[in-house]
Each structure stands twice: as C-alpha cells, then as structure tokens.
C-alpha cells in the first residue's frame, strides 16, 4: 500500500514511529537534565553506548536476559551518575558554554576509552535478536522490535508525565527547571532535585540501549552517536525550555528522518542528513523559538 | 529571634555592607530602610546563604546559619518573599503554596495551615485552581507572602513587597502585614516606602552605603524633618 507521491508504505510509517518513540526517550532525557542544571548533555549518547556494550558483553558471558538488562541498567546509572558528581556539579555555576564544552570533552573521552578497551571492530549484542522478527498485521509486516518500542516509550513517557504531575518531587522538579534560585530559596533541596533528573535520565538512557542494540545489534564505539546528535537537533527544533516542546522535537524528528529514509531511493540515502540538517536549519530560521513553543518566549543561549 | 553581627559582605572587592549588626526580636516588624543600592537586599541575599559574607555573623536563635545553602536556611525556619515575588507563572496557585511546604521539617501539609493563610489571603484560596501568571501584580504579591508562610517560618524577611504596585494595592500589602504582626510572626520588612515602613515597624533601621546610619520609630514617621535628614545623612 503506498500513499500518494512519495510512495511511502505503511511499514515506513510504522517504523519511522518506533524510530520517533525511541528518539523521544532519548529527547526527554536529554531535556530533563537541561531543565535543572541548563546543561546540554552532549555525552547522553555514550551513556546509550555504555549501556549498548553492557549489553554485548552480557549476550557473550551468556548471562540470563534479565540479568543483561539489569547490567546495562547498573552500568548506565554508575556512568551517569559518576558524569554528575566529577564534571556537571562542580561546573555548575559556570556559563553553558563552558558545560557544553566539558560534556564534548566527556563524550568523546568515553567514546576513546571504548575505542582502546574494545576496539574498532564491533561487539555483538544478540540477547533479543528474536523481536527482529516481523508480525503481520493485515498486510503489512511489522517488526516486533518497534512494536515494543512504541509500548515502551508509551509507558515510560506517561510514567514520567504522573511523576511531574502527580509527586512532590516531580513539582520541585518542574519548579527547579522555571527558576531554580526561587525553588531553593523556598527549600526546594537543589542535590536531590538534581539527583533525579539525572537518574530518571539515566533510566531512560538504559532503555534506548536495550531497544537500539536490537535494531542494531552491532556495538560500536560511536554507536548512538549520530542519533544523539539528530536528537539534539529535534530538542532544539521542537523548543527547549520546556519538556513537552522538547520531548515532540523527539519524536519528529525521529518521526521525518524515518520518512526521508524510507522514502529516498536506497540508492541515495547517503542524502539523507542534509535533507533532515537542511529541513532542521529551516525550521530554526521560521521558528527560533522552537517549533511547538508558545509564541515569542525567552532564548537560552545554548 | 534573628540577630546580624558585624555583616561584611563584598562584591568582587567592592564593599556592598559594612560592619552592620542589628536584633530583630521574636514577634517584632523590623524594617530596613534606604535608598537604591544601599545593601538592604544585599543583606537579606547574605542571611538566605544566596551569597556568602566576607565576615560577620548570622544568627537564628543563637545558632549561625553563616555557610548554610540557601534551602537549609529556608528548611532552619527563615522565609523569603524575594524582590519581584517570583512566583512560578506556569503553575497554578495551589502548586506555588505546595512548594512552600518544601521549607517544611514535617514535610506535611495540613489542611490547617493552609486555611489560616487563606484567612488573611481570601484572594489566593478563591483562585487557588487558576495558573498563577493569570494573577495581577498584588495579587501575586498575597500569593508570594502565603507562599512563604505555609512554611511556618520562625521569621519572615520580605524584599520590597511593594514595588511597582499601584498605592492601593500598597495598601493591601501593608495591610497584610500587619495581620501578619498580629500571627506573632517575626518580620523583617526591607522597603523603599520609608514612611509606611517607619509607621507599622517596631523599629526601623535607615542603611546607606552598607553601613546602619539611624535607628527610628514608629513616632518619627510623621516627622518629616526626622525622616529626610535620615536620607541626606
């Protein structure tokens, strides 16, 4: 079945959904983080890597799935964690420029030591190779692995959603992340406020590895890479100041740059970051504000 | 209640208070008065732990809070109502009040504290559901004072509760303060409006240049000759 012009299949668009669900993980992570600290994390794509190589190792130690799982989860957290306490924190009052430097410099600095430790070539991460397999639903194929991307990205997000809403923590959250100063001075405790962000963040970030490995089940050390820097843009194109905006620049970014995959030519999808990078510089340029953002609002100068 | 000693605080080497000390006692209004720049929110950002003095001494019932972070100063029982309210616009009115239980020791809201400040604050229980922002200027100020009073703080430092409001709305605010006098809350009231400050305080200390120049009462608010020599002094 195709619509229209483009000829675009009902699989592409099924998949370009999980690819905008798991985009969107990775947009609230990433935006949650800016919102209590103002820091860019830059290095949110290796924390995805960690956990992709966790992963691996379980599938090749041949530990239970559940165990894997739980390894990736540990070593995501520690990693996230130890990136809170050695770098953002005591670079806390410095300007963003300063943090977004500092968390290249993370980033590419675990993307070496994963280089050195182990190496260039690839570790395989197979545990959930299975959900590869496609269900037909009517008459179109869809792979299992996007089925649970999309219901897991579903939970997850509306988990998140009655914790800003629901808990007293996620209202020192929201409060920390419009004004900060305000939000102490009223008692609001700045250390676990943060704390949160960076472990729900951490979570989230554990997540995306175990759904990323099973599309790609090959590890490397610039894996997620590119994704992180397709998910900044999206966070930057849907409005970063506010988790919603951020979290939709996610998901459509992921969302359009499945489109454009599935509908360039496999011949010609080595054209396929201009037309997202170009699509997104358009965008920035009608809309600096951020696509879903509320009419004219304050700027970060990130 | 609350007592200052010999407060230093300084600006990248530029001194903004200098040597200044003074009690506010248990239940007392004291205010603090003088013109732009003269070290009064200086001095209430030194108390919060928002900057840390150069010397001196902050003290809550005899235990310094000097080196505290500003939520365990908030947390140790003093409450700010900062300069331009500072409520959270994109929250309604009930979830700014929620987070001043965040200064709470018990952490419990109670139904009972918040109907006392929608006593002396109707407006903010009447609007309670809508999205703050939606208040105007004095009404967010009521909400900025209930916010801080929920927290049942041992004593209340507000900062210029009266800028950029119109003097009927002035009113409104006075007024609330002094039935807040009248909680037995213990207040410390930096101002611009030195006559209405003078007039309701208990005391009122005139600042100029970081350093304490007059002490004045509640009887020289009308002394017109009293009050601008305490301006030009």
Not at chain 1, 144 to 156: E, L, M, N, Q, S
């Amino acid at each position: 079945m195709t619509l229209g012009l483009l000829s675009i299949s009902w699989q592409v668009i099924v998949d370009s959904i999980g690819l905008g669900a798991v985009y969107a993980l990775m947009a609230v992570g990433i935006g949650l983080v800016f919102g209590v600290l103002r820091l860019v994390n830059f290095a949110y794509g290796q924390l995805v890597m960690a956990g992709a190589y966790a992963l691996a190792f379980a599938s090749q130690w041949d530990l239970p799935l559940v165990v894997g799982i739980a390894f990736c989860f540990a070593i995501v957290i520690v990693l996230s964690l130890l990136m809170d306490i050695v770098v953002f924190r005591p670079l806390r009052a410095q300007s963003p420029a300063v943090m977004l430097v500092a968390t290249f410099a993370v980033a590419f600095l675990l993307q070496s030591i994963a280089l050195l430790a182990f190496g260039p070539l690839g570790k395989s991460a197979s545990s959930l190779g299975y959900l590869n397999r496609p269900v037909t639903i009517g008459d179109v194929d869809i792979r299992k692995i996007t089925i649970v991307a999309i219901v897991v990205a579903g939970i997850c997000l509306l988990v998140l959603v009655l914790l800003l809403e629901r808990t007293t923590m996620g209202l020192h959250m929201r409060a920390a992340a419009m004004d900060f100063r305000t939000a102490r001075l009223l008692g609001v405790r700045a250390d676990r406020v943060i704390g949160s962000a960076v472990l729900i963040s951490a979570l989230l970030a554990a997540t995306v590895s175990v759904i990323l490995t099973v599309q790609n089940p090959l590890v490397t050390p610039d894996f997620a890479l590119r994704d992180t820097i397709v998910v900044l843009a999206g966070v930057v194109v849907g409005g970063m100041n506010r988790l919603l905006t951020a979290t939709m620049g996610g998901f459509a970014i992921g969302f359009v740059s499945g489109l454009l995959g599935g509908a360039l030519p496999s011949d010609q999808s080595q054209y396929l970051p201009s037309f997202l990078f170009g699509l997104v510089i358009l965008v920035l340029l009608v809309r600096p504000n951020g696509l879903f953002a509320r009419g004219p609002g304050p700027v970060e100068r990130v | 209640m609350l007592s200052v000693l010999g407060l230093d605080v300084a600006y990248g080497g530029i001194a903004a208070v200098r040597d200044l000390s003074f009690d506010v006692g248990r239940g007392e209004i004291v205010g603090l008065i003088g013109p732009n720049g003269a070290g009064k929110s200086t001095t209430l950002n030194a108390i919060m732990g928002l900057i840390t003095p150069r010397g001196g001494d902050i003290r809550l019932a005899g235990t310094s809070v000097v080196g505290r972070k500003p939520e365990d100063v908030a947390r140790s029982g003093i409450a700010l109502v900062p300069e331009g309210r500072r409520i959270f616009a994109d929250l309604t009115v009930e979830e700014n009040l929620r987070l001043g239980y965040a200064a709470r020791r018990d952490g419990e809201s109670t139904e009972a504290d918040s109907e006392a400040v929608f006593e002396l604050f109707p407006i903010v229980k009447e609007f309670r559901s809508r999205h703050a922002g939606a208040l105007s200027g004095g009404q967010q100020q009521q909400l900025a004072i209930a916010r801080a009073l929920v927290a049942r703080p041992d004593v209340l430092l507000l900062d210029e509760p009266s800028l950029g409001l119109s003097p009927t709305v002035v009113d409104v605010v006075f007024d609330a303060l002094a039935r807040v006098r009248e909680r037995g809350i213990t207040v410390l009231l930096v101002e611009q409006r030195a006559q209405r400050t003078v007039a309701l305080a208990d005391r009122s200390y005139v600042i100029a240049n970081g350093e304490l120049r007059l002490t004045l009462t509640p009887g020289d608010a009308n002394d017109t000759a009293k009050m601008v020599a305490a301006y030009l002094s």
